[in-house]
């Protein structure tokens, strides 16, 4: 097939007309909003595992027979935690 530079030509023309050009508004946009609100927003924080931990190693000093049972549901509440 022999290079026709006319479709070259043709093809070029159509993928300038295709380009995107700025549109002028005569109208400025809008103030911006700024919207101020106050309110609650959770956030993470380990005073409950600080007490838990503490808890845990009272009963354990107290009760020596419910290591296993503090144990246990440590491992648990670190599988709720991961299954979140």
Known sequence: MAFDE???????????????????VDTPPPPQHVARETHYVPY???????AHQWASEQVARKYPGAVDVLTTLDSLIRQQINGE
């Not at 993470?44 to 595992?49: G, K, Q």
């Open 6 to 24: 006319s479709h070259e030509r043709r093809s070029r023309y159509a993928w300038d007309q295709q380009q995107a050009r700025p549109i002028a």
């Open 44 to 50: 993470e924080n380990d005073r409950f595992a600080r």
